[in-house]
């Protein structure tokens, strides 16, 4: 059964110049382990292809629960460069949290 990541964790985006942060942390902690099975960078990568350009690094943080994603190339120069209506890219949270994983 396919499930989309809103349905088990929400997300927070953060910027530095070109650099996306995003953050996946699930609404209950038994389920971080079905996340970090699941949502690498390979498949974040390939949900936001359009999006993001360079690479893509996943941090675990098992005792928060969460996982962290730091996405190059991703905010079309960054914030001070860009004309984009979202320069910061906060409203990628909601990109990432499209995705679907099977469970």
């Known amino acids: 059964m396919n499930v989309k990541l809103y349905d088990l ?8 110049g070109n650099t996306l942060t995003l953050s996946l ?11 970090r ?9 390939h949900h936001l292809r359009d999006i993001v350009q360079g690479e893509i690094i ?3 943080l098992p005792l928060l629960p969460a ?9 079309l120069g960054g ?3 860009s004309l984009a209506v979202d320069p910061h ?3 990628l949270s ?3 949290l499209e995705m679907e994983i099977v469970v």
């Open 58 to 60: 996943r941090y675990e």
């Open 67 to 75: 996982l962290h994603f730091v996405c190059q190339q991703a905010l």
């Open 37 to 45: 099975d699941r949502v690498t960078a390979e498949a974040v990568g």
């Open 25 to 35: 942390i699930p609404y209950r902690s038994e389920d971080y382990e079905l996340l």
């Open 79 to 81: 914030v001070t460069t």
């Open 89 to 91: 890219g906060k409203s």
């Open 94 to 96: 909601y990109a990432l």
């Open 9 to 16: 964790a929400h997300s927070r985006a953060g910027d530095k």
